[in-house]
């Protein structure tokens, strides 16, 4: 397992931390897969959890499940990202921004639980 804190979050976050881009900035291709495994005391109902994503563009891959099991929840998240340089313009942040900010929606998604 990624950092769950890190890792995929990390990347997208990185895209995302300007609204609007200028210049040129880094933007390395790579793949990142991570999984976590979120297990509740007894006294815990799962209520709901985030509806699984899939995603794809000419640059990202963007897949995430989430398992719901007795007293448990599995996230398994996968990102691809390809760019043939190490380097992306304004017009690629802004051919980016619809895919990234899907993304962003499911890294902030919440597994909903109550006390029983």
């Given at each position: 397992?990624?950092?769950?804190?890190?890792?995929?979050?990390?990347?997208?976050?990185?895209?995302?931390?300007?609204?609007d881009?200028?210049?040129?900035?880094?933007?390395?291709?790579?793949?990142?897969?991570?999984?976590?495994?979120?297990?509740?005391?007894?006294?815990?109902?799962?209520?709901?959890?985030?509806?699984?994503?899939?995603?794809?563009?000419?640059?990202?891959?963007?897949?995430?499940?989430?398992?719901?099991?007795?007293?448990?929840?599995?996230?398994?998240?996968?990102?691809?990202?390809?760019?043939?340089?190490?380097?992306?313009g304004?017009?690629?942040?802004?051919?980016?921004?619809?895919?990234?900010?899907?993304?962003?929606?499911?890294?902030?998604?919440?597994?909903?639980?109550?006390?029983?």
């Amino acid at each position: 397992m990624s950092s769950f804190a890190g890792g995929i979050a990390q990347s997208v976050f990185a895209f995302a931390a300007e609204s609007d881009r200028v210049q040129a900035f880094t933007c390395i291709s790579g793949v990142t897969e991570e999984q976590a495994r979120f297990e509740f005391s007894k006294e815990v109902i799962i209520v709901a959890v985030p509806k699984s994503m899939t995603l794809r563009d000419e640059k990202f891959e963007y897949t995430s499940t989430y398992l719901k099991e007795p007293g448990a929840v599995i996230v398994r998240r996968r990102l691809k990202f390809y760019n043939p340089s190490a380097l992306c313009g304004p017009e690629d942040f802004k051919s980016m921004n619809t895919v990234i900010g899907s993304m962003l929606s499911d890294l902030k998604s919440q597994i909903v639980v109550q006390l029983k």
